[in-house]
């Protein structure tokens, strides 16, 4: 069965340090992968994702993530990270078909020192 | 579009009482998902609909829980009768395409 890993529960940094949260999921065929966060309070939020193309995908607020397919990985990264940037984020995945769901990670909560 | 449109936003009852939870899709979705959150389990998959029918609703945790969709524009996740363990975060997501849009969600806590 499908399933996606992340395997930092809780990953506390100061502010300006650089940011990575690894994602792997088990599942051979095409995929689309996702990056979401939630802020305290509230709902969840898309981040990037990735559909086909680059693997090194761009998403808002200095958000990155790159997809190695033969790693099965789909890392987030922030060079610098903000006091702002303080939330949950989860990585998700769906088979390239339309009768799929989509299924999420456990999630990494992210705390930043100021 | 308004988005995922959920209600209430919070809901407190007393064990043993019907919940409903309620959930107005975007419009022109295809799949509608229920989710539930607590901080000991993450984020849940408790059961999906297309177009209307229930896919998969293998995380529904028990026969307490029941998910219905009328018709394309509407969803209810009741809970009867309900227990402490169930208070949590419930989310309600819509896709469209190939990215899933989600709603503020209802706080339960369960007395």
């Known amino acids: 069965a499908q399933s996606v890993s992340q395997h930092n529960h809780h990953v506390i940094l100061s502010e300006a340090a650089s940011l990575e949260l690894g994602c792997n999921y088990s599942y051979g065929g095409t995929v689309n992968l996702f990056w979401y966060v939630q802020y305290p309070g509230q709902h969840l939020q898309l981040l990037l994702k990735?559909?086909?193309?680059?693997?090194l995908v761009k998403g808002i607020k200095g958000f990155e993530a790159e997809f190695i397919k033969s790693k099965f990985s789909f890392n987030l990264r922030k060079p610098s990270v903000q006091w702002s940037d303080t939330a949950e984020y989860f990585c998700?995945?769906?088979?390239?078909?339309?009768?799929?769901?989509?299924?999420f990670g456990s999630g990494t909560r992210l705390s930043i020192r100021p | 579009d308004a988005g995922v449109i959920q209600s209430p936003r919070h809901e407190v009852t007393e064990m043993g009482q019907e919940v409903t939870l309620r959930c107005k899709p975007i419009s022109g979705h295809d799949y509608l998902f229920w989710y539930r959150q607590t901080m000991m389990r993450g984020l849940e998959l408790l059961i999906y609909?297309?177009?209307?029918?229930?896919?998969?609703d293998s995380g529904m945790p028990e026969d307490r829980f029941s998910a219905k969709m009328p018709n394309a524009s509407f969803s209810t996740l009741k809970i009867q009768p309900s227990e402490p363990r169930d208070s949590a975060v419930y989310f309600c997501?819509?896709?469209?395409?190939?990215?899933?849009?989600f709603g503020q969600g209802t706080r339960l806590t369960v007395v």
């Open positions: 990735y559909f086909s193309g680059d693997p």
């Open positions: 997501a819509t896709t469209r395409g190939l990215e899933a849009f």
């Open positions: 998700a995945v769906k088979e390239y078909s339309s009768a799929s769901k989509i299924i």
């Open positions: 609909f297309n177009n209307n029918v229930p896919i998969d």
